[in-house]
Structures are given as structure tokens and as C-alpha cells.
């Protein structure tokens, strides 16, 4: 399992917009760096990330080679109800993995 | 005595267009292949729609140190109402391997057409970033990049 740090307020105003951040600790290897012997390193990248709020998807996301290792995205929503938000990242090798966080909203 | 030895004859024709040919070959190195990739990138994006600019504000440093982790924050003028939001807002870049470098699905649920992520840059380069709004129109906005160290260079 991959580290990951997500950032969001505990509680919010219903109707607010909140900013979500989320970090995960991956290497992002862009299939186009050459190791010590000169072989080319093979793609290992997280393909698409997903945010949903109770179900409903909210933000989604394809990543390229391009994104830096340890994606960071931060993005808005609005604070609806209080629930759980599900993040998922998905990429090469089988790699998924799932993160929630609970907000209350008053 | 040396044989008498001939020199090379270099035309004046030759010597004049040697630096036009040398110009064109540097010009044709694969960094100039990628903004053709962009645009192809792009038109992938929109479906050959066209592309206005404005409305997005692409904030990316204009002098960057190390292209490995550079921060972008893409943001869009719109109210985010359930008629009238972005759909769509996508990066691509005309110097690294490939064009793309992220796209992102939002709704009126966001609130706010705001996104921020960290990128790499292969060299000094164009970024485009292309957001999509829910009438099916197409903004821009885009920034020069000078990178002094590069991502994939390093070690």
C-alpha cells in the first residue's frame, strides 16, 4: 500500500466549496528514463484517479508520464451532506488502491 | 618532394548554404516534432472544435529550476452552475515525450473550476492548458516555461 495524505476540512457549511488535496507516494516512472545498464525502465504509472461523495463521482482524473512522481491534485466540491469521500487510483500493474475520509456538514 | 596533393574544393555555393542546412537540421530534431504532437493532442481533446482563448488562467513559474516537479494550478471563469460549468480541463505540453500530461472531469458539483497538480518538464517548453464548458466551447490559455534542469536528465 502506497502512502497517501489526504487534506480536507473536518466539517463544513452546507453548500461550501472545499478544497481537497491528495498526495500519494509513487514513483511515476515514465517508461522513457534508461537505468544504470542503458535498458529503458519499464512504464509504471498511476493511470486515473477518482473522487466520489457518497457514491456520486464528484472529480476524476487521467494522468499522463508527465505528472511529477508523488501525485498531487487539489480539487473543489461542494459540501452537500455529511458522508464519505472514496478516492481510488488506478494504474499499471494491477496497482488500485482506495482511500476515504469522512466529512460532517451542518 | 610531397606528392602534390589536391585540396578538397569547397564551393561557394556550399559554404553559403552549409549554416541554412545546418539551421534546418537543428530545427528538425524531435523537440520540434512535439508541438505538432501537442496540437494533434489538443485537436484529440476537442474534437477538431475550435479554441478560443481566454477564460482559463494557466499559473505555472515562467523560470523553473528543476523540471522534475514543477506546481500548475489551472483555474476557469465560470459560475459552475448546473447549466452553465466545465466539463473538462486538460494540460498538454509541447516538449516532453507526450503531449498530455493530465485530464480532468469536474461538474457543477465542484463549486469552483480549480486544479492543481505538479508536473515534469523534459525541457523548456510551451504548456497548454484546454478547458472544456458545458454549451461545447473550447478556452486556452498557455505559458512559456524555461527549465535550467531538466526532468530525466538527472543521476
Known amino acids: ?22 498526495l500519494i507516494a509513487h514513483p511515476m516512472e515514465t517508461g522513457y528514463r534508461p537505468d544504470a545498464s542503458g535498458a529503458v525502465v519499464p512504464r509504471d504509472i498511476i493511470r486515473r484517479f477518482a473522487c466520489t461523495y457518497d457514491g456520486e463521482e464528484v472529480f476524476r482524473a487521467e494522468f499522463f508520464p508527465a505528472i511529477a512522481a508523488n ?8 459540501a452537500t451532506a455529511s458522508g464519505t469521500l472514496t478516492f481510488t487510483w488506478e494504474g499499471d500493474n494491477g496497482f488500485v488502491q482506495t482511500e476515504t475520509a469522512s466529512i460532517t456538514v451542518t | ?13 556550399a559554404v553559403v548554404s552549409a549554416p541554412a542546412l545546418l539551421a534546418v537540421v537543428l530545427l528538425r530534431r524531435p ?3 512535439a508541438p505538432a504532437l501537442m496540437e494533434a493532442a489538443i485537436r484529440d481533446f476537442t474534437g477538431h472544435a475550435p479554441v478560443s482563448p481566454g477564460k482559463v488562467r494557466l499559473e505555472i513559474p515562467p523560470l523553473v529550476e528543476n523540471g522534475n516537479t514543477v506546481p500548475v494550478t489551472i483555474t476557469v471563469e465560470s459560475p459552475m452552475a448546473p447549466d452553465r460549468h466545465v466539463r473538462a480541463i486538460a494540460l498538454f505540453n509541447g ?11 469536474l461538474g457543477s458539483r465542484s463549486g469552483r473550476a480549480v486544479l492543481s497538480t505538479r508536473m515534469r518538464l ?8 484546454v478547458a472544456e464548458m458545458s454549451d461545447g466551447t473550447f478556452w486556452s490559455d498557455s505559458a512559456e516555461v524555461v527549465v535550467t534542469l531538466a526532468a530525466c536528465v538527472e543521476s
Not at chain 1, 500500500?1 to 491528495?22: F, H, K
Not at chain 1, 501525485?71 to 461542494?78: E, G, H, K, M, N
Not at chain 2, 516538449?95 to 472531469?105: D, E, H, K, L, S
Request: aromatic share 4%.
Open chain 2, 1 to 13: 618532394m610531397a606528392p602534390d596533393r589536391k585540396p578538397a574544393r569547397l564551393s561557394r555555393r
Open chain 1, 71 to 78: 501525485p498531487f491534485l487539489a480539487f473543489t466540491t461542494i
Open chain 2, 122 to 129: 523534459a525541457t523548456s517548453q510551451r504548456v497548454v492548458a
Open chain 2, 95 to 105: 516538449g516532453n515525450p507526450q503531449p498530455n500530461v493530465i485530464t480532468a472531469r
Open chain 1, 1 to 22: 500500500m502506497a502512502r497517501t495524505l489526504i487534506n480536507l476540512p473536518r466539517s463544513a457549511r452546507r453548500g461550501e466549496v472545499i478544497e481537497i488535496r491528495t
Open chain 2, 31 to 33: 523537440a520540434g516534432a
